[in-house]
């Protein structure tokens, strides 16, 4: 049971550390995209592409947003980033799906990028928090 308890203790002393101001504000912003008819587009790589996919998912069925990932669409991202490269890959993306002021742009980065580690290093210099 150590195991257990220790995990319940870390999640506990993580979740104290979130800012509901924050949360809530985010909440407001989630509600104003969609009262305004806007879309929420979800970008990542690697594990984050696996999130924003799932994201996408989740934000339609049981949300009610349009949403999108452009992780869904492998032809299109991967013909992208081998005509142009992955540095203008989602900017064109979104572009190409009329991203307007209504809608709201989701990144998720689940390493960060570490340029110590030589870990994501592009995509973390890319979403600019590396």
């Not at 979740?15 to 008819?37: H, N, V």
């Not at 032809?75 to 900017?91: P, Q």
Request: neutral net charge; aromatic residues 10%; contains cysteine.
């Amino acid at each position: 049971m150590s195991y257990i308890d220790d995990y319940l203790r870390e999640v506990k002393s993580i979740t104290s550390l979130l800012d509901r101001t924050a949360i809530e504000k985010m909440i407001e912003t989630l509600i104003d995209i969609r009262d305004k008819k806007g879309r929420l587009f979800f970008l990542g790589v690697g594990g984050g592409a696996g999130n924003a996919s799932h994201a996408v998912n989740d934000f339609r069925k049981i949300a009610g947003f349009e949403s999108y990932s452009p992780a869904d669409n492998v032809s299109e991202l991967t013909a992208r980033i081998n005509d142009d490269g992955w540095e203008t890959s989602f900017a064109a993306w979104l572009k190409g799906s009329n991203l307007n002021s209504k809608d709201g742009v989701f990144v998720f980065s689940v390493g960060g990028g570490n340029r110590e580690k030589n870990v994501s290093v592009q995509s973390g210099q890319r979403f600019g928090i590396c």
